[in-house]
């Protein structure tokens, strides 16, 4: 299963950015979005159930981010709005076997390479 990330950059507070990620996969899969920051350890940011009939969000972006399907069934989105320089930091595409939606990174068995969201204040 191959995992690709896109659409980071260098965007100021406030503004937003949408990254994507493509993943061929069959169903009864959870999709996931980690970030990791220098120093810091990998952590959850937004999930969903690969029929979107759920998601879930770390209480640091509820409001602000939001988890989508593509039009594309292979497409994951992460809308990213009101971003702010706590955002900055290395995101990462995950899929893992599975209807719910692990928040841990040992819950996932593919991983993207990542891509870098950089928020200037």
């Known amino acids: 299963v191959e995992v690709v990330e896109t659409g980071g950059g260098l965007v100021q507070a406030g503004e937003s950015l949408r990254l994507s990620c493509v993943v061929h996969?069959?169903?009864?899969?959870?999709i996931a979005w980690f970030r990791q920051a220098p120093g810091k350890e990998r952590e959850f940011v937004a999930g969903?159930?690969?029929?979107?009939?759920?998601?879930s969000y770390a209480d640091s972006v509820q409001g602000r981010f939001t988890v989508s399907r593509g039009d594309d069934k292979n497409i994951i989105h992460l809308q990213m709005n009101n971003l702010k320089p706590e955002d900055t930091a290395e995101y990462f595409c995950?899929?893992?076997?599975?209807?719910?939606?692990?928040?841990?990174?040992?819950?996932?068995?593919?991983w993207g390479r990542g891509t870098q969201v950089t928020v200037s204040s």
């Open positions: 995950a899929a893992a076997w599975t209807a719910i939606i692990p928040t841990a990174p040992v819950g996932y068995d593919y």
């Open positions: 996969t069959g169903s009864n899969v959870a």
């Open positions: 969903i159930r690969w029929d979107g009939a759920s998601t």
